[in-house]
């Protein structure tokens, strides 16, 4: 019997060492047993071969680890077939870790020795010594930005760790290298002290350009980021928080397109003002919409709620114009925008045809967003997820790699609200179109030309704005 979710799943990828019988016919048996189970083949590899065996690598694509079981489990009672290894394609490319540090020049004899370490290199060291400025041409620091987590707010998986997060930030740094030529390093920290983080950080600002910080719990975030803000003269960027916003903006700026509205006139109601839902909403308010309603679990903020944290009190007094009360469902009517950052399965299609005339649907929940994209067609005018195997994915790596080049390269000691204005327009651009459709909003995060728009824009708004210290490009 096929499983229920015929959707494969590259991050659910198995390979499977089969010894088969010399017979055609089973490695037939294989193949449709595998399609029947709702997998995708991708290589199949001779391992060795014998007279009357052949042993095969087979990698297979499927809907979850427990599908992946199932199939080998299943290809291991057909007959002539025995299962010799199982692999998780996911877990082998983590083995010994995704990173690692290598040497710019070689050092194969005395003469390299003594310039890259002692004793030429104290000369080096006294330069910097009497100008710390200078550590930006002589160090790591002027490419160098730390990801700093204390693994309390981790994908969807909540406070899991340190170690546990350490996965997420190397994967991070890779995104850096690969988009921005950044070089990122993961610092995961054993504590949930604010005050500790805070002083960690400060401490080992010295070796780095720029401070990412990543999947930290709210409100702590809030008080974290300022406080390394005000205290440090390096950009400090809470990713989840502002880069999110960024990217939201720039799909909505095309959404706003595709339909034919102004961000002045519509009705946005955003479900989960957490970090990333008041970072979005607060660019969104810069970019002209008035009428903003935040969401959580007890239904809308509005002013003078009981029980509102600080946080929240502070939201309802410059959103929900009306002061509505309700439920999110009584938001949405008349809505022209729905903006999930919550719950998987919290929008209902009955909520979507309360909502205005085409609407707008940003379902960023993850990895399961608020409404799937199937229940939607036909009701929705632009939707749009934090997936990859949906159109229109809300990711970050298309904001964060250029934000933090154009920011390095100026030698900004911040990074602003117009840095991360430039930075959202500049992807709102690279859709060059005069009139976005409706499945292409964002560009794909492999298109190579969005980091150096962003990085461009970027370097240009830290000029303007009177944070750089690096006027022209070196």
């Not at 803000?229 to 595709?258: C, M, R, S, Y």
């Not at 479900?271 to 970072?279: E, K, Y």
């Not at 998987?344 to 993850?366: H, Q, R, S, T, Y």
């Amino acid at each position: 019997m096929a499983l229920e979710n015929s959707k494969t799943d590259p991050s659910f990828s198995i390979v499977v060492r089969l010894k088969l019988q010399n017979d055609l016919d089973v490695l037939s048996r294989v193949i449709n047993l595998v399609h029947e189970q709702n997998g995708a083949i991708g290589a199949i590899d001779v391992v060795s071969a014998e007279a009357d065996h052949m042993v095969r690598d087979i990698s297979i694509e499927t809907t979850s680890y427990e599908a992946g079981r199932t199939i080998a489990e299943m290809l291991g009672g057909l007959e002539g077939c025995k299962v010799l290894h199982l692999s998780d394609r996911t877990f082998l490319i983590h083995l010994g870790g995704k990173i690692e540090v290598t040497n710019k020049i070689p050092i194969k004899n005395r003469e390299q020795l003594s310039r890259a370490y002692t004793p030429g290199v104290g000369r080096v060291c006294m330069a910097i010594h009497e100008d710390k400025t200078k550590a930006y041409q002589l160090t790591i620091k002027k490419n160098m930005v730390a990801i700093v987590s204390d693994g309390t707010a981790v994908l969807g998986l909540g406070d899991i760790g340190p170690e546990a997060a350490m996965p997420v930030m190397e994967g991070k740094a890779m995104l850096f290298k690969e988009f921005g030529n950044v070089d990122a390093f993961p610092i995961c920290l054993d504590t949930k002290d604010t005050d500790e983080i805070v002083r960690v950080v400060k401490a080992i600002a010295p070796g780095f350009g720029g401070i990412n910080l990543e999947d930290i719990s709210a409100p702590r975030c809030f008080e974290i980021e300022r406080r390394l803000q005000e205290e440090l003269d390096i950009p400090v960027f809470h990713d989840d928080q502002h880069g999110t916003a960024v990217v939201l903006v720039a799909g909505f700026i095309n959404a706003l397109k595709v339909v034919g509205k102004e961000a002045g006139e519509v009705k946005v109601v955003v479900s989960g003002v957490g970090a990333a839902g008041t970072a979005c909403s607060e660019m969104l308010a810069t970019i002209g919409v008035k009428n903003i309603i935040g969401c959580d679990r007890q239904g809308t903020i509005y002013r003078g709620r009981q029980g509102l944290n600080s946080d929240k009190a502070a939201y309802a007094d410059w959103t929900n114009p009306t002061n509505l009360q309700g439920s999110l469902s009584d938001a949405l009517v008349g809505a022209d925008v729905f903006i999930g950052l919550s719950a998987p399965g919290l929008l209902k299609v009955e909520d979507i045809k309360k909502m205005a005339k085409d609407p707008i649907v940003f379902a960023m929940a993850n990895p399961i967003p608020e409404i799937m994209p199937e229940e939607t067609q036909g009701i929705v005018a632009v939707m749009a997820t934090g997936r990859s195997d949906y159109p229109n994915q809300i990711n970050n790596v298309l904001c964060f790699p250029g934000l933090f080049r154009g920011a390095l390269d100026s030698y900004a000691c911040c990074i602003n609200e117009q840095m991360k204005m430039a930075a959202a327009q500049a992807i709102a651009a690279s859709i060059r179109t005069e009139r976005p459709v409706a499945d292409y909003i964002v560009p794909s995060v492999f298109n190579r030309h969005v980091a150096e728009n962003v990085a461009a824009a970027v370097f240009k708004a830290a000029v303007e704005s009177g944070v750089a210290r690096q006027y022209k490009h070196q």
